[in-house]
């Protein structure tokens, strides 16, 4: 029974100096539960970076109502056209 007890005092003791050499290079916040698995928990810090104008519409964007303003005055065009014809 001594040779386990001593054995798991080992564990123990070489645990925690584990544990402390971690806490020591990263600042994390260790959950030591009694019995059962060991887990730690990351809290990544928020980074922000410099803000960029960005624009409201995409190149695409503006291309793609560009071409259909155009069609939209192409046909209306020739419907005046078609019209005027009729007519005379």
């Known amino acids: 029974m001594t040779t386990k007890?001593?054995?798991?005092?080992?564990?123990?003791?070489?645990?925690r100096a584990n544990q402390e050499d971690l806490y020591s290079k990263e600042k994390i916040e260790l959950i030591v539960p009694t019995t059962g698995k060991l887990y730690f928990e990351h809290k990544p810090e928020l980074v922000f970076c410099k803000p960029h104008l960005m624009p409201l519409?995409?190149?695409a964007l503006e291309r793609?109502?560009?071409?259909?303003?155009?069609?939209?005055?192409?046909?209306?065009e020739k419907?005046?056209?078609?019209?005027h014809k009729a007519k005379n």
């Open 57 to 59: 519409k995409s190149q």
């Open 79 to 83: 419907r005046l056209k078609g019209s």
């Open 5 to 15: 007890t001593n054995a798991s005092v080992e564990i123990n003791n070489t645990t």
């Open 64 to 76: 793609l109502e560009e071409m259909q303003r155009d069609t939209a005055r192409q046909l209306q």
